[in-house]
């Protein structure tokens, strides 16, 4: 089915191991974005790409790196886990249309659960 | 900075009651504004939008209006089912720039359907 498809659905990180979460999308959408959710915060973006080479920080970007090489892909690293770093995250697409980017809403994917010890 | 406000919650009803769910904003300029729901161990699906002031989104027998003298999005249905039961955020996107900084969320609204 076509979508958003992030892996791994479960992870337990130690603190100071790297991860990398992958997002995949197979809608040709040139906007890609990465949010992390906590109880009682809502949403909040960490990097976001509105193309291949492309990328940028949103609110809460310490401690994450992102890179998009392809249309299709939006990784994103933790070089360090840390405890604050336990959260859900959430990759996001959209397409493109000029200055009307997101106001046509987001595809989100399933979420990635990270617990860091 | 802009911002999303809404009820926390859990909100717990009875099956075919009214549902509303308030939502304001603050931001500059015009943002579109959407509700997006959560049901449990899933991602987050878009319920419905709103792009300008007085627009009314609906979708599923959701409806909100956009009312920009009031800065509010306040989410309503006539009769909730149990299938209803989810979490529901607020949300907003700024049209200024491309809007490429993303989605503001309220924190969520946890509503339990009980039958």
């Known amino acids: 089915n076509a979508g958003v498809t992030q892996t791994p659905k479960f992870q337990v990180l130690k603190t100071g191991q790297s991860m990398t979460l992958q997002c995949a999308q197979d809608?040709?959408?040139?906007?890609m974005s990465w949010y992390r959710q906590d109880p009682g915060m809502g949403l909040r973006l960490i990097h976001y790409s509105v193309g291949a080479g492309i990328t940028d920080q949103g609110e809460v970007p310490n401690g994450y790196n992102v890179s998009r090489s392809t249309t299709e892909d939006f990784p994103l690293r933790l070089l360090s886990a840390a405890p604050s770093q336990t959260s859900v995250y959430f990759c996001?697409?959209?397409?493109?249309?000029?200055?009307?980017?997101?106001?046509?809403?987001?595809?989100f994917g399933s979420g990635t659960r990270l617990t860091v010890v | 900075g802009d911002s999303v406000t809404q009820m926390e919650g859990p909100v717990t009803l009875s099956e075919e009651a009214f549902l509303t769910i308030n939502c304001t904003y603050t931001?500059?300029?015009?943002?579109?504004l959407f509700w997006y729901v959560q049901y449990p161990g899933e991602g987050l699906q878009l319920l419905l939008k709103?792009?300008?002031?007085?627009d009314k989104g609906s979708n599923k027998g959701f409806e909100a209006t956009y009312r920009k003298e009031t800065t509010s999005f306040h989410l309503e249905k006539g009769s909730v089912q149990v299938s209803d039961s989810a979490v529901y955020f607020c949300a907003l996107s700024r049209n200024s720039g491309g809007g490429a900084d993303g989605l503001t969320f309220g924190k969520g609204t946890h509503l339990i359907i009980q039958p």
């Open positions: 809608m040709n959408h040139e906007y």
């Open positions: 996001a697409s959209s397409h493109r249309t000029g200055r009307l980017l997101p106001r046509y809403g987001y595809t």
């Open positions: 709103a792009t300008k002031a007085d």
């Open positions: 931001a500059t300029g015009y943002p579109s």
